[in-house]
């Protein structure tokens, strides 16, 4: 077993080194908040982002703090309280390239890696203009049957998983249930690093009420105990979307000052408070 598992905050975000390629989940499966502030208190640069599928809150902060050089995605959004505005600010500006991306696509493509091989194909992207711009995805003939067409997409293998998850014990071992697609990315992934709400001294593979959905310690790098980790987004059901907060940064980061102006008062957040 692990005994070097568990981690500072700090010493978690230090492990991901300037360009990684980098995977987090959609917004409500969770999101490592917390970890993403220590990444840009260091100045973290040159990510390759890939959101699993969709990215919101967290790649917009990250964008508009300059550590995305490529982002990977089927979406940037902040669903309920509009566009991402660093995200939009940054494609307008030609400062990120962007590698668009549909969710099934993002899927294979990290199913590809989670299984050694080199490309998954995927039917429905033929006749997109998506072909167009992925020059890395090809469309062959099927093999195994005449006159149909279908697209191959490279495998991705990130450098490091990161996500937040309510428990974790002491070997490593992270309740994840029913989000199949962190243990997706955690099996894709050369690392994982999770931030969670509470570590237990108990073994959560020997909890007969947990374990199905617990992700085991051999696909987990390190964990870091972050109470409300995910905030100012809602985590499962522990606790809702700040809207005030929310609804504060989208009228912040209308501009690159009002952006700036908020990233200093979030820097100086050790920990989020409700």
Not at 129 to 147: C, G, S
Not at 192 to 210: A, F, H, K, M, S
Not at 221 to 236: D, N, Q
Request: aromatic share 6%; glycine share 8%; with cysteine.
């Amino acid at each position: 077993m692990k005994s070097d598992v568990v981690s500072s905050l700090e010493a978690l975000a230090a492990a991901i080194p300037d360009g990684a390629l980098l995977a987090v989940p959609k917004d409500s499966s969770g999101v490592s908040m917390s970890a993403t502030r220590e990444l840009v208190r260091r100045g973290v640069r040159g990510l390759h982002l890939v959101c699993v599928p969709v990215g919101g809150l967290q790649a917009d902060i990250l964008i508009g703090a300059g550590a995305v050089a490529t982002i990977e995605t089927s979406a940037v959004t902040l669903g309920e309280f509009g566009a991402a505005p660093r995200f939009t600010a940054a494609v307008h500006e030609s400062t990120i390239r962007v590698l668009d991306a549909t969710c099934p696509a993002i899927y294979a493509a990290l199913q590809a890696g989670e299984k050694g091989i080199p490309f998954m194909p995927l039917r429905g992207l033929i006749g997109t203009d998506l072909l167009r711009y992925r020059q890395d995805w090809k469309v062959i003939d099927n093999p195994f049957a005449e006159e149909d067409r279908i697209v191959l997409l490279p495998g991705i293998r990130p450098d490091v998983a990161l996500f937040h998850a309510p428990l974790a014990d002491r070997h490593g071992n992270v309740f994840v249930g029913a989000r199949c697609e962190l243990m997706l990315m955690a099996h894709a992934a050369m690392q994982t690093l999770v931030t969670v709400e509470e570590i237990t001294d108990d073994d959560l593979l020997n909890d007969p009420q947990r374990a199905a959905g617990v992700l085991p310690a051999i696909y987990v790098t390190r964990v870091a105990a972050a109470k409300r980790g995910a905030w100012p987004l809602a985590f499962w059901d522990l606790y809702p979307d700040d809207e005030a907060a929310l609804a504060n940064y989208v009228a912040a980061a209308g501009t690159a000052a009002g952006f700036s102006r908020f990233l200093d008062s979030w820097l100086d957040t050790r920990r989020a408070v409700a």
